[in-house]
């Protein structure tokens, strides 16, 4: 970190800090309204309207658009601006490849690294989130159910203490962009929960095998109903 900033004057080494943290906080706020249903595949994105809500200039709006850009989130097209992209079979397909990638190292690096103190930590941790889970699932809640979704696929990756694999896995966690698939009632919340239930159970047992295949069936099956929404 010497070199940077090496023959810029210190107050403009703080200024560019400070952009770095604006550019992040407008990327997270515009990413939150994708996920959320706020802005849906084929809206603009226009920097002014950003730039007002979150009291900023357009210059570090421009910039989060391109990392949106740059995670799949986000298309450019000439003249006509930024928009949120529609996805296709092949990108919910190439997320997902991933995603089991990421996942599956993560269960065998928790099961093979965690102490009994760490692993049991995160079983109660798991354990936590399952039983939310459950009232969602009852309720029929699908927004607050892939929250908790999401928590325990995040817990198992900050179990290992890996913040590449984690910055990576948020690249292409696609949350709450469930809207489009056909998880909309407590009986198919009931059935991916028990998908959950299995990891639990196969980490708590230390057993690789099990818990790598239970989440890779559990994923390539969030991705087929993921795929049947896109097409619809």
């Not at 006509?80 to 269960?107: A, H, P, Q, W």
């Not at 103190?117 to 354990?127: D, N, P």
């Not at 009232?135 to 892939?146: E, I, P, S, V, Y």
């Not at 230390?206 to 239970?214: G, L, M, V």
Request: a negative charge; one cysteine or more.
């Amino acid at each position: 970190h010497q070199m940077e900033g090496w023959d810029m004057p210190r107050e403009e080494v703080a200024s560019a800090s400070h952009r770095q943290v604006f550019r992040e906080e407008i990327r997270n706020a515009i990413r939150e309204a994708i996920f959320s249903g706020e802005l849906n595949p084929g809206d603009r994105i226009i920097e002014t309207y950003w730039a007002k809500e979150l009291g900023v200039s357009q210059g570090p709006v421009r910039e989060a658009i391109r990392d949106l850009e740059a995670m799949g989130l986000v298309e450019t097209v000439p003249f006509k601006g930024s928009r949120v992209r529609t996805l296709t079979e092949k990108d919910v397909r190439d997320n997902y490849s991933v995603r089991i990638c990421l996942e599956s190292k993560s269960i065998r690096d928790a099961i093979t690294q965690l102490d009994d103190e760490q692993m049991a930590e995160l079983t109660e941790r798991l354990r936590s989130i399952l039983h939310e889970m459950d009232d969602c699932a009852n309720r029929g809640d699908l927004r607050q159910f892939t929250d908790c979704d999401t928590a325990f696929h995040r817990a198992i990756i900050d179990a290992t203490g890996n913040q590449v694999l984690r910055k990576l896995w948020e690249q292409c966690n696609m949350r709450n962009w469930f809207r489009f698939s056909a998880l909309t009632d407590a009986k198919s919340l009931r059935q991916l929960q028990s998908g959950h239930q299995q990891i639990l159970e196969a980490i708590c047992a230390r057993d690789i095998k099990t818990a790598t295949s239970t989440l890779e069936n559990h994923l390539t099956g969030l991705m087929d109903s993921f795929i049947r929404g896109v097409k619809a």
